[in-house]
């Protein structure tokens, strides 16, 4: 189910329920999807938890373990255009969007998670005020072989990615967060995202 932005005035209006939003993010090869993925396999009660699809404009192939759905660009412009994102942001030549049915989820009790964007974060804060922030980091080492072992960009692609990786700090405003270190076996990352999603 898509909900039409209107203005975001109907937004706002959801945006203090019962729902929680969890707001994912931190450098390529973090490992933010295998995380969103161990949530979804080892949660206790996940019939209480909407696990986002992203909508981007990077073709997905197969065996990614990602949450995402490709757009074509014309696609992602005319759905933007329509007010069908509650959230959407441009990384490294693609686009992201999130749709307008995480407001329903959250209006109806549910808890929501994002894979969401570090430099779209100010402003999703702005809009949803109370998210609570996950910052997974990892060693630049492990990033580096992560990002080579996906095939996913070239080599200049990865030194761009690298630099973003070590010139982001979270905001000294953001009062609701935790950091996760996923540098170890994923199980060790896994289970204390775990209890961030359940206290």
Known sequence: M????????DNEVSLVNQGKLFYLMGASGAGKDSLINYARQHLNDPARFKFVRRQITRPTKPGDNNNDDYLSPAEF?????????????????????????INFWL???LHVIINGS??????ARKT???LYAIWITANPEILWQRLQKRKRETPD???????SATSF?????SSKYSIIENNGPLIEAGEQFLRILSP
């Open 2 to 9: 898509k909900l039409k932005n209107k203005k975001n005035q």
């Open 77 to 101: 412009e005319r759905q933007n255009a329509a007010g069908d994102f509650a959230m959407s942001w441009e990384r490294h030549g693609t686009r992201y969007g999130i749709t307008n049915e």
């Open 107 to 109: 209006k109806a009790g």
């Open 118 to 123: 570090r430099h779209h974060y100010p402003t």
């Open 128 to 130: 949803y005020p109370d």
């Open 157 to 163: 692609k990865i030194k761009e990615r690298m630099a």
């Open 169 to 173: 700090t979270l905001p000294n405003s």
